[in-house]
């Protein structure tokens, strides 16, 4: 038997050891989107439980999942905010960062500081002063790129997730990673936060404000340069918050456009519809911790004024 095959064995027997000692978790998700929905997937695939707070009690929603080579459906029930339990001990915050006030609004009263949350949003710090203190609060960061609007989700491309933000993963943790494809815990999570966020404020707001997807950003010597110019922006910041901060971000850049080539990103998607875009989480954020230094990143804050600004 292989290394792989006889560690995937391992996983399963201590996934199905410890779903007999503990109940696995029920999740209560904030945002149905496409985060939210590949997360529900993954997560119902690892026997845990999901339900979707709306505001308003409706009938289950009936997602449909389209991956490489197959489609799949998904039953999500849906709880308004008066059908929840006291307590919640398990909340997915996946809704855009814009709607994240919003959302937990569903759920104020029911967290405490035994809840543990995970939060599944672009950008960095939606929901920093937001919760109880004492609660879990576990950060999840994926390259993977879902496309569509729901009820049907596109999965573009399955890449690598991370977990983190605790010094142990949780015990649901392993079974999950059986069902997630290439999920990873990394208990300081903050650098592989920021390695996103970066790509993030580079990858979005250019492809939003030129209308282009992701690869179109390696066709073009002029965006190439303004990526570079982003990235340097951004690294300078980063390496004054954490003197650990690796830099070279464009060559991480290069390759998350690389590996989403054929997505249109997810701030794109929300400027072409009109939508509110998470700009405020992603650019916004560097630009106010830059604020702090006393610095200025002048790509950043030009592309944030031309994303904000009303035509
Ligand atoms: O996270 C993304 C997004 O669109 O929000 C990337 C990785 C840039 C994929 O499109």
Redesign the pocket.
């Known amino acids: 038997m292989l290394d792989t095959e006889k560690n995937l064995l391992f996983l399963h027997y201590r996934a199905y050891y410890f779903s007999m000692t503990e109940p696995l978790p029920h999740w209560y998700l904030l945002g149905a989107g496409n985060m939210g929905t590949l997360a529900a997937w993954y997560l119902t695939r690892a026997g845990h439980t999901v339900s979707v707070v709306t505001n308003s009690p409706r009938l289950p929603l009936q997602k449909q999942l389209i991956f490489a080579n197959q489609r799949m459906s998904l039953t999500l029930p849906c709880v308004s905010p008066a059908e929840l339990p006291p307590a919640i001990k398990h909340v997915l915050v996946a809704s855009k960062t814009p709607y994240t006030d919003s959302a937990l609004q569903r759920v104020k009263g029911h967290l405490n500081n035994e809840t543990q949350v995970l939060r599944f949003q672009?950008g960095v710090g939606a929901l920093d002063g937001r919760l109880p203190s004492g609660s879990v609060m576990l950060e999840a960061i994926?390259?993977?790129?879902v496309k569509g609007q729901s009820p049907q989700h596109t999965i573009?491309?399955e890449?690598v997730t991370w977990i983190g933000g605790t010094a142990q993963p949780p015990e649901w943790f392993e079974g999950l990673q059986i069902h997630w494809p290439n999920l990873h815990w990394e208990a300081d999570i903050r650098l592989v936060q920021w390695r996103?966020l970066v790509?993030?404020a580079v990858?979005?707001p250019l492809?939003a404000f030129y209308d282009i997807p992701?690869g179109a950003l390696m066709n073009d010597p002029a965006l190439l340069d303004q990526a570079r110019t982003l990235c340097s922006e951004a690294d300078a910041l980063l390496a004054i918050l954490d003197s650990q901060w690796p830099g070279d971000s464009f060559t991480a850049v290069l390759e998350?456009?690389r590996?989403?080539a054929d997505?249109?990103?997810?701030?794109?998607?929300d400027y072409q519809r009109g939508a509110t875009t998470?700009i405020e989480a992603i650019n916004g954020w560097l630009l106010c911790q830059a604020k702090n230094q006393g610095m200025d990143l002048p790509s950043h804050r030009r592309l944030v004024e031309a994303l904000t600004s009303t035509p």
């Open positions: 672009n994926t390259t993977s790129a573009v491309a890449n996103k790509a993030n990858i979005n492809t992701n998350v456009i590996d989403t997505n249109t990103s997810s701030m794109r998607a998470e």
